[in-house]
């Protein structure tokens, strides 16, 4: 089933292709050299920006961390002149989308608008790609020009990583166009949407990375409603969950009882699976015991930081994911100051998740506020990650996880602290469900209304 003339409309305006969230480049262009501190300047004309004589925040990245920056350093810090520069026209949820493949949900209620954001909460949205930077001069280089700035955020989330997969960039780009992960928003969840609503049968097979890739549960989730999708087609049809894991990564109770109890036709769960090989002609995986054909796809390969940050130096290494390299505390970049990392392109431990980069925004706006105002050093403040996630669709079921984060400074790691889920879908099922509309509406609206 086609989207609706409706939907394609609304997203006609982005310039997604499987790309990225501002400030990432393609995976294909040449790696830059990121040893040194200031990179050659590409723009020599400065942005369509007025001068300021207050001091200016720059926000890279309209996702739900940078989204939040903005807004609450402009509540915390009046007098700042604040600009978020994102490559998108218009903001897509990735939180929720898993319902709107499966026609639970209307795009229009993921969609929202940067430059009412801007409006209501009186900072500039400037519609650019980050692209490089100039330290010694603190300018920032985007695709419409440059923009100085006192103080820089880069909020710009996560690319893939196709290496352990291939080194082929002719194979990675027909991953990335054939079978889109859906875990950057945009076109990939157009196309998995048609992929999952046209099928006529067999196997559907979905991967989850290890390491701390984007939205921990997403998979899980995505296999639940797919198949429960499937199920109420009466298809003839089994999705097929790879995992690199050993086990479940989050709410293992509820989404394991979920694939035995709703799904034992219709999902086929194969942990600690590793792909070795995927032969895309012949649509078969191998794995190191097995190969499985499959008539549809979708390949979640590992993340990593967004390019932009290996662009412009301040990455750490492939080891570390190519995340900021920043102080886990003041997320400040290491040997900078007033430069910042934040959301799923900092290394820390923390869900890549949507409320755990808002709640974080807010936190690293009163730290930018701080410096503003030179008012008294604030302490360090966890993040909190609230999760619901879909176990089914007809009924509506959920399952939910909170949690917040405990530093341990003897070994600099972070921990889950105060965590409480509710897994037990049978009986709390309906009234997660319900929740996870009020979450997010509320959600949209800290990040989007005055």
Not at 72 to 94: G, H, M, W
């Amino acid at each position: 089933m086609a989207i609706s003339r409706r939907e394609a409309l609304q997203l006609s305006g982005l310039a997604v292709a499987s790309t990225a969230i501002a400030g990432c480049s393609n995976s294909n262009n040449p790696q830059p050299n990121t040893k040194s501190t200031n990179e050659t300047s590409s723009t020599n004309y400065k942005a369509p920006i007025a001068d300021t004589k207050n001091p200016r925040v720059v926000v890279v990245g309209g996702g739900w961390s940078g989204l939040s920056i903005a807004k609450y350093t402009k509540i915390f810090a009046p007098n700042a002149d604040v600009i978020l520069v994102e490559q998108r026209q218009q903001f897509i949820s990735c939180p929720l989308s898993n319902l709107w493949l499966v026609d639970k949900i209307e795009l229009e209620y993921l969609t929202h608008d940067y430059l009412q954001a801007a409006r209501e909460n009186q900072y500039t949205f400037f519609h650019a790609t980050a692209i490089g930077l100039d330290r010694e001069k603190r300018v920032l280089e985007t695709s419409n020009g440059n923009i100085d700035f006192d103080y820089l955020v880069f909020a710009p989330g996560i690319d893939y990583d196709y290496s352990r997969w291939t080194t082929d960039i002719a194979f990675e780009t027909r991953l990335r166009q054939e079978y889109p992960a859906g875990f950057i928003p945009g076109s990939e969840h157009i196309s998995i949407r048609n992929k999952v609503q046209n099928f006529k049968g067999g196997n559907f097979i979905l991967t989850v990375p290890s390491g701390n890739y984007r939205c921990l549960p997403g998979p899980y989730e995505r296999a639940c409603v797919i198949a429960d999708y499937f199920k109420q087609k009466k298809l003839k049809a089994k999705v097929i969950l790879l995992d690199e894991n050993n086990a479940i990564t989050i709410k293992k109770e509820g989404f394991q009882s979920a694939f035995d109890e709703l799904y034992a036709d219709y999902i086929e769960y194969m942990p600690n699976t590793v792909i070795k090989n995927i032969d895309l002609d012949n649509k078969i995986v191998e794995t190191e015991f097995d190969e499985i054909s499959f008539e549809e796809a979708a390949f979640y390969p590992h993340v990593r930081g967004a390019k932009i940050l290996e662009r412009v130096g301040i990455a750490k290494d492939a080891m570390n994911m190519l995340e900021g390299d920043i102080n886990p505390i003041t997320y400040e970049v290491n040997g900078e100051k007033n430069i910042f990392v934040t959301g799923d392109s900092r290394p820390m431990g923390f869900s890549k998740s949507g409320n755990t980069s808002n709640s974080e925004g807010h936190h690293v706006a009163k730290l930018i506020a701080q410096k503003i105002n030179k008012s008294k050093v604030i302490k360090w403040q966890p993040p909190t990650t609230t999760c619901f996630s879909a176990v089914s669709i007809a009924p509506e079921k959920a399952i939910y996880i909170y949690t917040q984060y405990a530093y341990n400074k003897t070994d600099e790691t972070f921990s889950f602290d105060s965590t409480s889920s509710s897994e037990n879908w049978k009986k709390d099922g309906r009234v997660n469900a319900d929740s996870i509309y009020s979450w997010a509406t509320a959600l949209y609206a800290d990040m989007f209304n005055k």
